[in-house]
Structures are given as C-alpha cells and as structure tokens.
C-alpha cells in the first residue's frame, strides 16, 4: 500500500478512537480452520467482553491476536499499526498484555519473584504513573500476604491473581484476559470482579474472554458472543441481558 495511504488510514483508525480493530480474521491450527471472518473492534479505555461455550473459538482468537497463531489472512490494528502475524514479543513490546487460561505461574518461583522477573524486565523509568509493587499490592493485598509463598503453594484464586499483577507490571495499553474466573470459588469470583472494576477505573482497555455471563457482563462496556468461530451477536450489555434468543441459541445460559 503506499505510505500515503497507510498514513491516512492510521488517522482515521485514530479519530474513531479505535485501540484495535480486527477485519476478516481467519485462523485455525495447522490445517484445520477454527476462526472464519472475526471482526471486532475495541475502543480506547473500554472494556470488551467475549462470550462463548467451550469450543467456540474464543482462545484461538486472543492467541491469534497475540501473535501465538499466525492467522491464514484479515487484519489484526493495533493503535493503527497491522500487527497480523508479527511475532509474540514484538505485540508485548507495543503494550499487549496477555494473561492465558493456564495463567503460566512459575512453580518454583516465590510469588514475589514472579513478580520481581517482569518487573525488571518491563519497568520503565519514564513510566510515572505505571504499575509499581507497592500498586499491585494495594490492588491485590493477598498477594503481598503470600509474598514469600512458592507458586505451587498457592490457591487458584491467588494464582490468578499474580497472572494479572504480572501483566499489569508490563504496564500494558491493552490488557487480554482468558477466563479469569474459570474454576473459582464465587468469594473469589467477586474480589477478581472488584479488582477489575477498580483497573476499568484507571482507563486501562481491556478484552475479557469468560463463560461466567454475570460476571462478564456486569464488566463491559461492549458483549460479542462468539459460537462457531465466528461473531454471531455484538453489542451492549444491557441488550444482550434481554436478549433471551441469543442467550438460549450461543451461550445456554
Ligand atoms: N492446539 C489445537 N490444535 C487443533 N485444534 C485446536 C487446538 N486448540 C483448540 N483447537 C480447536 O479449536 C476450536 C476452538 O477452540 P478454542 O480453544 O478457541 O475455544 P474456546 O472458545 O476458548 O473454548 P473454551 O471455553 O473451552 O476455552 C475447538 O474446536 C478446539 O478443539
Ligand atoms: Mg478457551
């Protein structure tokens, strides 16, 4: 494309104030397709939830957009830039932060010190208002409680917690979560819910996968429900809590 052209579209993209916008996504493992034409579209500082039963394509869609699962064709924007296809550090390095279903704790590592390796690692001096230890433990103070505990010796529900402060350490623009809720207890459940809401307050943008419809749609500013590798609803949340059909037809709920 000319540079003239791309130049235009990146002002467009952010005159619309657009984060992400996502076109005609086709992705898949090896040869077997599972994401057909996934548009989505994200604003800055909103939060998107996508909804979806088991097997809908909602994993493969947040690891095509991190970079793990190089989509077969579409677009993948990132504050203007086309980041399809370009590799998972490089998508971290621009302010993707992705906090995967297994949540990927190091078993071997204190609490602390999963949190001490990203922050060496990310934490930038020109970052004033960034993510610092001393914030992660007002946002989660059982964390600094477990501090000294292996990362085996923790429960789910701390375990997820310590996924989000390490992403939030790599002071991301946009913050992807993979079922935070999945296998925890609903005490749990609603602390992670205070927690989020209190980082939706910071402006943080944010995409939230989740089977838990309560939760995730007392969350968001924006609902897409995926089934069958592809976006079969989008919209508010308050029309999808009425929405009975779609309920019934994507999400048995
Ligand atoms: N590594 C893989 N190789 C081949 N097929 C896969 C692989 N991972 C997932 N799939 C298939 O892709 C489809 C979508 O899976 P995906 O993990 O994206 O669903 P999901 O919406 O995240 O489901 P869940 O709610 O269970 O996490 C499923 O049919 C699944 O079997
Ligand atoms: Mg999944």
């Known amino acids: 494309m000319r540079p003239k052209a791309v130049a235009y579209y990146k002002k467009y993209i952010w005159e619309r104030g657009k984060m992400l916008e996502i076109s005609d996504l086709q992705s898949g493992y090896g040869e077997t397709q599972v994401l057909f034409d996934v548009s989505l579209e994200l604003s800055q500082g909103s939060l998107h939830t996508i909804l979806g039963r088991n097997g809908a394509g909602k994993t493969t869609t947040l ?7 190089k989509p077969k064709s579409g677009n993948i924007l990132f504050e203007g ?23 990927d704790i190091f078993p071997s590592l204190t609490v602390l010190e999963n949190l001490e ?21 007002e946002l989660f103070p059982r964390l600094q409680e477990r501090s000294d505990n292996y990362g085996n010796e923790v429960s789910g529900g701390e375990q997820q917690m310590l996924a989000i402060a ?17 296998g925890l207890a609903p005490i ?5 819910h205070e927690q989020l809401k209190a980082l939706k307050e910071t402006g943080l ?15 968001a500013d924006e609902v ?7 976006i079969q609803w989008h919209g508010r949340p308050d029309e999808i809590r009425t929405n009975r059909e779609v309920q019934q037809q994507w999400l048995g709920v």
């Open 205 to 219: 943008t944010i995409i939230l996968v989740e089977q838990n419809f309560g939760f995730a749609v007392s969350l």
């Open 117 to 137: 390796l990203t922050a060496t690692r990310f934490a930038s001096p020109d970052h004033k208002d960034g993510w610092t230890l001393g914030r992660i433990y």
């Open 224 to 230: 897409s429900v995926m089934g069958k590798g592809q």
């Open 166 to 182: 390490r992403a939030l350490l790599m002071n991301p623009k946009l913050l992807i979560l993979d079922e935070p809720t999945e």
């Open 81 to 103: 830039n086309n980041i399809a296809g370009c590799e998972p550090y490089n998508i971290a390095g621009r302010g993707v932060a992705y906090v995967p279903e297994t949540r």
């Open 63 to 69: 690891k095509t957009i991190m970079g793990l699962i």
């Open 188 to 192: 749990i459940v609603k602390q992670i």
